[in-house]
């Protein structure tokens, strides 16, 4: 089946899509947007956490077909070309990237909790953040990134 | 497989009689986890997510309708002030994005034993609304759960909404876990008061091959308040009965040894989880009295 959806603002098209095909895969093998990582598959790790029509979800979860005609924002979408948006800077300078894998989806998930909660306090952060998993453990850092991407975001 | 995109609740009807083998899908949660990992292929499946009616909710006389599509995360935001226990056990479903996603439908639909909805909607007496092409039909959640992962719809039905009367009293929902995030429960309680009713509701998860209510357990404590006048005049309530109570609730439970922990420490866990809820409901009721 074809799926049309927007995709950081473009319109993208997908063929041949398998009507059991998650929007994480089509993303990645399909669009060639393989900033999502594909790691559980099954919800647990948030790796491949996007927005979907504004929604921070896991894309793994959602099925290609629910995806048709809706607008997605994966972590590439964050950037503004090479000028990276002030939560990936944060992330880069805190020290807050190990193997990296997680970070798109912690990415993603920052964006989203910064957007709701301007200033979060550790445990709102914990709470936004615990189903984004880092297998490298860095939580610390991860942690630092959050309060100092706040801080810029909130002054500018 | 078949993909279904029905973009109404008369049109998803009438896919579901031509498909009946179709698997309907919400924020799939547990639906993708499945086909991901192909443990299952169904033939087709039915995407509900187009379907706004059942995105709304909204009240019925005394009672709630939800649709079977609200998320857990609206749960919390648009419903949590009139039923507490619900939100308290959506807010520990997966993560955000999970909440984000996740539907009390879908939960009803999985059936598992473990669904973190399942206990406060039996604690509470909620009804679950079928439909099909020949009409609808609503009946006890107590009566839905059939096995474990099984429920009463049948194969040309789709769960449509639940009905719930708003909380009159303190409830309380517990789980245990090896954290405090993304886990599915070892075991997990629900607790509802209701003065109105005169009623102590009860729902105990992923202790028994279904979610199951402690009727024993709301009788004694119902007759111990009845008996001493509590509702009306709300004092301290007996140690000894409030043990007595976690012990009636450990021993409806039927659960069994598994990865997750042992059929003896679930009891235990209960009996535990059943007397701090009911202290801390009933703390609750003494102050708002």
């Known amino acids: 089946m074809r799926i049309t959806c927007t995709v950081n603002g473009r319109p993208q098209v997908a063929d041949s899509v398998w009507a059991g095909e998650s929007l994480l895969y089509v993303l990645r093998e399909r669009l060639g947007l393989p900033g999502s990582k594909n790691a559980c598959e099954q919800g647990e790790c948030g790796s491949c956490s996007v927005y979907l029509d504004g929604t921070l979800v896991c894309a793994c979860l959602v099925l290609g077909g629910q995806a048709d005609g809706r607008e997605i924002v994966t972590v590439e979408g964050l950037s503004n070309g090479d000028s990276l948006h002030p939560v990936q800077q944060a992330f880069v300078e805190a020290g807050a990237v190990q193997c990296g894998f997680c970070t798109p989806g912690l990415v993603v998930a920052t964006h989203d909790l910064l957007r709701r909660v301007p200033r979060p306090s550790d445990a709102q952060i914990r709470e936004a953040l615990a189903g984004n998993i880092c297998r490298c453990t860095g939580y610390a850092k991860i942690i630092d990134a959050v309060h100092l991407a706040a801080g810029r975001m909130g002054a500018a | ?289």
């Open chain 2, 1 to 289: 497989m078949e993909f279904l995109q029905p973009t109404s609740w008369p049109e998803a009807l009438t896919m579901k009689a031509a498909h009946p083998e179709a698997m309907p899908i919400a924020g799939g949660t547990d639906v993708m986890v499945e086909v991901n990992l192909d443990r299952h292929r169904p033939a087709a499946i039915i995407d509900l997510t187009r379907v706004a009616e059942l995105t709304e909710w909204g009240g019925e006389g005394d009672l709630l309708r939800i649709g079977s599509g609200v998320t857990y995360a609206r749960i919390i935001d648009e419903l949590g002030d009139r039923l507490p226990g619900l939100a308290m056990a959506s807010r520990t479903v997966g993560s955000p994005q999970i909440r984000n996603r996740g539907t009390v439908g879908g939960n009803l639909g999985s059936a598992s034993p473990a669904g973190d909805a399942h206990p406060p909607l039996l604690a509470m007496d909620a009804l679950v609304e079928l439909a099909s092409v020949h009409g609808s039909r609503r009946l006890p959640v107590s009566e839905f759960f059939i096995g474990p992962k099984r429920n009463a719809a049948r194969p040309e039905e789709l769960i449509a909404a639940f009905l719930i009367h708003p909380a009159s009293g303190p409830q309380q929902f517990s789980k245990v876990g090896t954290r405090n995030a993304m886990v599915i429960a070892v075991c997990s309680f629900a607790l509802a008061l209701d003065p109105k009713r005169r009623r102590i509701g009860t729902g105990i998860g992923s202790a028994a091959p279904t979610p199951v209510t402690a009727a024993d357990a709301e009788r004694f404590m119902a007759g111990v308040l009845e008996e001493a006048g509590l509702w009306e005049r709300p004092s301290e309530v007996d140690a000894s009965a409030i043990a007595r109570f976690g012990e009636l609730v450990a021993a409806a439970a039927r659960p069994i040894d598994d990865v997750r922990g042992t059929a003896a420490y679930r009891r235990h866990a209960l009996s535990v989880l059943a007397r701090r809820s009911f202290t801390w409901a009933w703390l609750e009721y003494q102050r708002s009295a």
